[in-house]
């Protein structure tokens, strides 16, 4: 362990260990039953490396942002562990946790919902300022203009209300707020999800850039397969609540193993017409499970056009295939070989 | 989406098409909204002309030369007893029952009420609002006490223990504020709760957490704002029934005590004066009138103001007022 920890204060910036979050499920009434539970993450370990880009993909409901809210200490979670430079802070009180959020801060997916109406943008990219006292009251006009500049916004319209801004202005003062305490890691709820594809790439390269000129590490959640793949150094593709395949982000891509990952890949737009027509595409049936009463054994299985038996019964690790690099890690009995069609058990897109 | 958010949506259109495209806080452009509304402009008129009045009720005494509190049994009073009629001897609204410048203790009236209707109204606003966006805001068990606690002021009989209790502690200017406050919080808490428990779900709440903001910090910055708007209407109705809950206790006897003026206990006095001395009920009645319906007015305006569906309503029917004039 403490070899580990040794590893983890030099490299590894953020470790999840095992954590689990499940949601009560009660009946309505003035004395609530639980009856159930939503299992929305459910046993995920996860490493980030210092200065690097963790993308993390998976459809909705699959439990991402659930997981972001858990390492960020907005909601608790039910178990396991989350270490940030080596020090576990899951579930600290708040006053415990204040430290780390200086270190810990997030970019949300709503570039709308996120901002407070009702406040000036000045005002909301100095509020990091205000609570945690940083910066004296006299210096935060204007280290919040700079902090608008180095995000691309004017800094005179630092009494500006956000209605008065675009989507895309909007997540740059969202983008500004995180940056203000100069964190460590940034959590990215699908921050660019809401906006239009031109405006999509000046916010990536706008993250791109903060990350080379500061150092910062990302947790990168996304639905859109292509925007994770240029973003990240590494990949994790979840589903209802578990992982299912791991590793460096060329050889998921390139190799995938797991059904999932590698249906989800054949169903990815592709800006090259000829690729996209000679691809085949894996099309899935059903809809994503519910996570109150998940499958048993691999969750996949129901959906999983290489399904047998044993899927049903047991739940496959997350640990590496043969042939695949030590850090590609698959969670499958039956993983997908290189170059398998898995056409005999989806169906062929009609062209 | 809540109608500030709607709110919001039509102004940005509104910045849109006019010329210049600047800050305007959601203030301003009611501000400007309610300027239009000739009746609100009028209430508010009608309701600074009041407080004026009262502030410089003194000064009027002074200036014809009748202290609120003197009797003129000579010069105020006909031969028989009776109040003297408006215009009389210097009376510029005639006397009461014992020849006291009416004109004078109706302006003194009016610091009575107006003290009663802000104070309760900002105790009960302070109080509601606070104890709304706790209950709204934790949750839980603090919920459920508070809200059960407000439910309960709701459903209390409050003409009944307002009588107890100016009878147990005696009728006195602190115990209606007391009393009046007290019954005027839950309605106000009521919607803060309610406005609270929608706000807190939105995603900049779980921003302002994320950078390490604590609950009161969240309550009062980041909420209290989204919730001014309702609150503000509330307040401005909530003053007029407070003014006439003061002038209905004094009017039972209960609350401010002669020879302090009044409007209510005033009007108790001239119970027995309606049809020789129709002065002596129509001023105090009068003033007690103009005063609430002003505040309504003016608090129907500013929630008219508020909500932009209405001034669209109000576009489309100018539109069609002119469609039909050509």
Excluded at chain 1, 101 to 114: A, L, T
Excluded at chain 1, 157 to 176: C, D, K, L, T
Excluded at chain 2, 29 to 48: F, H, P, Y
Excluded at chain 2, 203 to 222: H, K, L, N, Q, T
């Amino acid at each position: 362990m403490t070899e580990q920890a040794a590893a983890d204060s030099r490299d590894v910036l953020l470790r999840v260990d095992n954590l689990v979050k499940y949601f009560p499920v009660r009946t309505a009434g003035f004395i609530q039953r639980t009856v159930g539970h939503v299992q929305a993450v459910d046993g995920v370990s996860l490493t980030i490396a210092r200065g690097t880009t963790l993308g993390l993909v998976g459809e909705t409901g699959s439990g991402k942002s659930t997981l972001a809210r858990c390492i960020a200490g907005l909601i608790p979670a039910t178990s396991g562990k989350v270490f940030f430079d080596g020090k576990d802070i899951t579930n600290l009180p708040r006053r415990r946790m204040a430290p780390f959020r200086r270190d810990i801060q997030m970019i949300f997916q709503d570039p709308y919902g996120s901002l407070n109406p009702r406040r000036r943008v000045g005002a909301i990219i100095g509020d990091p300022f205000a609570v945690h006292k940083t910066v004296p009251a006299g210096e935060r006009k204007r280290k919040v203009q700079d902090l608008m500049e180095r995000v691309g916004l004017n800094p005179e319209h630092y009494n500006r209300f956000p209605a008065e801004f675009s989507g895309g202005q909007r997540q740059r003062i969202g983008v500004a707020r995180a940056l203000a305490l100069q964190p460590k890691l940034i959590i990215c709820d699908e921050p660019v999800s809401a906006l239009d594809v031109s405006i999509q790439a000046q916010v990536l390269n706008l993250l791109a850039d903060l990350q080379q000129d500061y150092g910062l590490t990302y947790l990168f959640i996304a639905h859109d397969l292509e925007v994770v793949r240029h973003v990240s150094v590494s990949v994790n593709v979840m589903y209802l609540g578990r992982i299912c395949e791991a590793g460096p982000k060329n050889p998921v891509y390139e190799t995938p193993r797991h059904p999932y990952t590698a249906a989800l890949l054949s169903a990815a737009a592709s800006a090259d017409p000829e690729a996209a027509a000679a691809r085949q595409r894996i099309i899935l049936t059903g809809d994503i499970p519910s996570p109150i009463d998940p499958p048993s054994g691999c969750r996949f299985h129901p959906r999983c056009p290489k399904a047998q038996e044993l899927c049903g019964i047991e739940e496959p690790p997350l640990e590496g295939k043969a042939g695949d690099a030590a850090t590609h890690l698959t969670a499958c009995h039956f993983p997908v070989a290189a170059g398998e069609k898995l056409a005999t058990a989806g169906r062929r897109e009609q062209a | 989406m809540s109608i500030t958010e709607l709110n919001w949506q039509a102004q940005t259109v509104e910045d849109l098409a006019g010329r210049t495209i600047e800050g305007r806080s959601q203030w301003q452009l009611t501000w400007r909204r309610l300027r239009r509304d000739k009746v609100s402009m009028a209430s508010l008129a009608v309701i600074i002309a009041m407080i004026l009045l009262a502030i410089f009720a003194p000064a009027f005494a002074s200036l014809v030369h009748h202290p609120a509190n003197t009797a003129y049994p000579i010069a105020g009073e006909s031969a028989a007893g009776q109040p003297v009629a408006p215009g009389t001897n210097g009376f510029w609204l005639g006397t009461d029952d014992t020849g006291r410048d009416l004109m004078v203790r109706v302006f003194y009236g009016a610091r009575i009420s107006l003290f009663v209707g802000i104070v309760t109204t900002a105790i009960a606003t302070v109080a509601g609002v606070a104890i709304g966006l706790i209950a709204g805001y934790f949750g839980g068990i603090v919920d459920t006490i508070l809200a059960r606690f407000t439910d309960a002021v709701l459903a209390f009989p409050y003409v009944v223990l307002a009588l107890a209790l100016a009878v147990v502690f005696g009728p006195s200017l602190t115990i209606i504020i007391a009393v009046i406050s007290f019954f005027s919080w839950a309605g106000i808490a009521r919607i803060v709760r309610g406005q609270t428990l929608s706000l807190k779900e939105k995603e900049y709440i779980e921003a302002a957490r994320s950078i390490g903001a604590g609950p009161f910090r969240i309550m009062f910055v980041d909420i209290l704002p989204n919730l001014l708007a309702p609150v503000l209407v509330l307040a401005t109705l909530y003053i007029p029934s407070a003014v006439v809950f003061e002038s209905t206790l004094s009017f039972l006897g209960l609350g401010i005590q002669p020879p302090t003026a009044s409007w209510g206990n005033m009007l108790a006095a001239a119970q027995n004066f309606y049809q020789t001395a129709w002065w002596f009920v129509l001023f105090p009645a009068l003033a007690l009138l103009i005063t609430t319906l002003a505040f309504n007015l003016l608090g129907d305006g500013i929630r008219d103001a508020m909500d932009p569906t209405t001034e669209r309503l109000l576009a489309a029917r100018r539109k069609a007022r002119r469609g039909g004039a050509q």
